[in-house]
């Protein structure tokens, strides 16, 4: 086992508060994490007069809210696929679409891909991206060959910044809070010590962005649903077909419910329904993703025979760790700022639960729990690094402005320590799982409208994906779907994760296919071909 001669820490992990149980809420984008490490030039800065999101301030001020929304060419932020034919440009959008002012507009960053097809089909596909919070342009480049190339075969395929978010003006951070979180990386200081500068943290940035004229209240579902609608009327779109991943379903579901006549058919990749108890259900889920993952490793002779009883030797070693944890150095894969770190069990446990996002990640997981046992790092710390360099591509404040609206003022607590308390092997994980409802209260977003948490009612055709193995959006949620949207089809495949799209050729062409003809269920028999997972040998 370990050995490391620092003295025991307080048992209380402030950074598991802030760093784990904050990740582990956003659909985080573990795979595009694999492209930061592998192509990192990337995501250097492009160099253009004129990008999309960008307006000058006079043209700004005189934005007329009664105009017909207008798409505005302008260059491409970030780089594009030489074999794609790519047209970016900004579409302005009032701040509230409850109470539309002059002068007071958002600028959405777009990206419109261009069918291959000399004679497209009049409905494009739009991406709805995850989050909520996630960068959608930035990341681009990484997700081109599986997730857009497939559907310009036939049609456009248009894709944004939602409000708040990368190229969109105004873009919502939070600097302070992440130079907080910096500080701490390798502190052995007691949460309820440290918890008060964080919540005077919080409210800072609340309070710094109310001062530049952003209103939080109207950075949620319902507004990003309005927007959407937007997009497709300033491209003179009659109808088109909603592609949304993880949060993304659920910002589908809204403009299903608000804005359906301009939606033709719908993709829900890895589902979020409107009405589900995220704060609740995130204990369920992990727990019920942790038995999925030991299970198959069991059940695998190779697994199993290289890394026996692995289910126990894990939750020892998160046991050992958060008594003595890692002493490790980190790096930014981007900036190339170095960082000392501490590891705890917790953080092993934040891993797992990560890399249960995809099948391509979470095989590695019994040869990394084998490593830490024998004092092998190499691979821990460039997994740490992997999630550690997420945060980049990830606006914290819309994530917090959209749960602290639509999300906790509707959960009830009582039900989330019901499912903590259902495997003791993980209820200290969360502890401090409440920080986020209470730092709610200095945030200032206010509270969404109940429609908000409420099942969406729908006859629109939609297609409803599942991984197995998806640790936060789990198959069920993409069953209880259906009973409300009754041209529904639900296909789970149990050896994917999170994102089942832009797994392999099955799975963009069942997607495809439903898109063609969404009248009918699918053809998903290219499924039983899915192989058990194949998980890695020791180094």
Not at 228 to 253: C, H, K, M, P
Not at 339 to 364: C, K, N, P, R, V
Not at 418 to 441: T, V
């Amino acid at each position: 086992m370990i050995e490391n001669e620092t003295p025991k820490p307080k048992r209380r992990r402030w950074f598991l508060i802030i760093g784990g149980i904050v990740s582990v809420l956003f659909m985080c984008i573990v795979v595009v994490a694999i492209g930061l490490f592998l192509y990192q030039d990337t995501l250097a800065p492009l160099e253009v007069e004129n990008p999309a999101g960008e307006v000058d301030p006079d043209l700004l001020a005189q934005f007329d809210p009664s105009a017909p929304p207008e798409f505005v060419v302008q260059d491409c932020p970030v780089r594009t696929p030489d074999e794609a034919t790519v047209e970016c440009g900004t579409i302005l959008v009032p701040q509230d679409w409850n109470d539309p002012q002059p002068g007071e507009a958002v600028a959405l960053a777009v990206a419109v891909y261009r069918s291959t097809n000399p004679n497209p089909k009049p409905d494009p596909v739009i991406y709805l991206d995850g989050g909520p919070g996630g960068f959608t342009l930035e990341l681009l480049p990484f997700v081109f060959e599986d997730n857009i190339q497939p559907f310009l075969a036939e049609r456009d395929y248009i894709t944004f910044d939602q409000r708040g978010i990368g190229y969109s003006e105004p873009a919502l951070d939070c600097p302070n809070l992440k130079e907080l979180e910096l500080s701490y990386l390798d502190s052995r200081a007691e949460w309820e010590d440290v918890k008060p500068e964080f919540l005077a943290a919080t409210a800072a940035c609340s309070e710094n962005l109310t001062s530049q004229g952003i209103d939080l209240s109207t950075y949620g579902s319902a507004a990003s649903a309005a927007d959407v609608d937007a997009i497709r009327q300033a491209l003179g779109i009659e109808q088109w077909n909603l592609f949304g991943v993880s949060y993304g379903t659920r910002l589908a579901q809204t403009v299903m419910r608000d804005h359906p006549a301009g939606v033709r058919s719908v993709i829900l990749d890895s589902a979020y329904p409107v009405e589900a108890d995220l704060y609740e259900n995130v204990p369920r889920s992990m727990n019920e993703a942790f038995r999925v993952f030991f299970d198959s490793c069991a059940a695998d002779p190779a697994c199993s025979q290289q890394y026996p009883d692995l289910e126990n030797r894990f939750y020892a070693l998160v046991e050992e760790l958060n008594e003595n944890p890692l002493e490790i150095e980190i790096q930014h894969w981007l900036n190339g700022s170095r960082y000392d770190a501490l590891f705890w069990g917790d953080d092993l446990i934040g891993m797992l639960f990560q890399t249960l996002y995809s099948e391509t990640m979470f095989i590695d997981m019994p040869d990394i729990i084998d490593d830490i046992e024998n004092g092998e790092l190499d691979d821990v710390i460039q997994m740490r690094e992997l999630f550690f360099v997420n945060d980049d591509f990830f606006s914290g404040a819309v994530y917090t402005t959209i749960q602290c609206r639509e999300e906790y003022p509707f959960s009830i607590p009582e039900n989330a320590q019901d499912e903590i308390e259902k495997n003791p092997r993980l209820a200290e994980y969360f502890d401090g799982y409440d920080y986020s409802l209470e730092s709610c209260s200095s945030w200032g977003a206010g509270q969404a409208n109940p429609i908000e948490n409420e099942p969406v009612v729908s006859d629109i055709p939609t297609l409803i994906l599942a991984g197995g193995f998806d640790p936060v959006t789990p198959p069920w949620w993409g069953q209880s779907l259906q009973s409300n949207l009754s041209n529904s089809y639900f296909v789970e495949i149990p050896q994917l994760a999170h994102g089942i799209f832009s797994a392999n050729d099955c799975t963009n062409q069942i997607g495809l296919d439903f898109i063609d003809q969404p009248g009918q269920e699918p053809n998903s028999a290219c499924k039983t071909g899915f192989a058990e997972p194949e998980f890695s040998e020791p180094d």
